[in-house]
């Protein structure tokens, strides 16, 4: 299963950041493409497109490193060529990335009447 298209997107609210953590988030965000809009106490985070090399899992990464603590999560949508997408959402806690992965639960198919209301 190789993953077609993903969309990363979230928001995150911290401790407002040291200047030498917003200088660290500034370069990270100057090599990545430009994926990070944030302030001081907040970041929102949207990425979509193909992620072969999960390098957006390594920005996260790094990410995690500077900020340290976080409430929020960035959630990633893979969709596959077949089937249902899945879910990875991220967390960052004491400088750390955590990931969580979430999958669509279907139930029975049932017809439903002419007259549904």
Request: glycine share 8%.
């Amino acid at each position: 299963m190789i993953p077609e298209i993903v969309e990363y997107d979230g928001y995150l609210t911290f401790v407002p950041l040291s200047n030498d953590q917003l200088k660290a988030l500034d370069d990270l965000n100057k090599s990545s493409g430009q994926f990070i809009d944030y302030e001081t106490g907040w970041l929102e985070f949207k990425y979509s497109g193909r992620d072969t090399n999960r390098k957006i899992v390594r920005l996260l990464s790094k990410l995690a490193e500077i900020i340290q603590e976080a409430d929020g999560e960035i959630t990633c949508t893979i969709q596959i060529e077949e089937g249902d997408p899945i879910f990875e959402f991220f967390s960052i806690k004491k400088g750390r990335l955590f990931r969580q992965i979430g999958r669509i639960m279907r139930g029975t198919v049932e017809a439903i009447p002419h007259d549904y209301e």
